[in-house]
């Protein structure tokens, strides 16, 4: 699910779960398990449950060959309302699992669209929103606490929606 305001891109929802990503059952996430992003809340990380959310951001391929079992991916979506999937998003993860079935709900938000320049974005360890550069932007730094102000409130309960 995308949300295009007057031709911009705002963002995107992506929701996977083990219907459509692996029909063996539960898959293991390491995302509950990171160090590496800007927040992490984890409260369960075992091997058969998981329950966690997260602020991170990701580099976007302007291209991608993954063909969803339902739906169409992100990008051609964009492409066919011509506009170009953005370099950065903003991702907040929110990752449930248990014995027989999991869910990974993700919210990618564009920063462009919320006026920040992607100018100069190269790689994820070097771009200024990455966990150890953010401290030198403050504009960045306040922007991803307003995100997570605002999604702190879909943890409890979507994790009471899963169990």
């Known amino acids: 699910m995308a949300n295009i305001t007057n031709g911009k891109f705002l963002g ?3 929701i996977g779960t083990n219907v ?3 029909a063996g059952g539960w898959e293991f996430s390491r995302f509950c398990s990171r160090k590496d992003v800007y927040f992490i809340q984890t409260d369960a990380h075992y091997q058969r449950e998981q329950a966690c ?3 991170n951001h990701i580099i976007m391929e302007a291209t991608s060959n993954y063909q969803p079992t339902h739906g169409k991916n992100i990008r051609q979506t964009l492409s066919e309302l011509g506009i170009i999937i953005p370099k950065v998003m903003i991702n907040t993860t929110f990752r449930f699992a248990n014995d027989h079935s999991f ?4 919210i990618l938000l564009n920063p462009e669209y919320f006026g920040f320049s992607l100018e100069g974005e190269s790689t994820w360890a070097n771009s200024p929103w990455h966990k150890d550069l953010i401290m030198r932007t403050p504009e960045r730094q306040k922007f991803l606490e307003q995100v997570k102000e605002q999604h702190a409130a879909f943890y409890p309960m979507l994790k009471n929606q899963f169990r």
């Open 12 to 14: 995107h929802v992506s």
């Open 20 to 22: 459509d990503l692996g």
């Open 103 to 106: 869910i990974t709900y993700e």
């Open 53 to 55: 959310w997260g602020i």
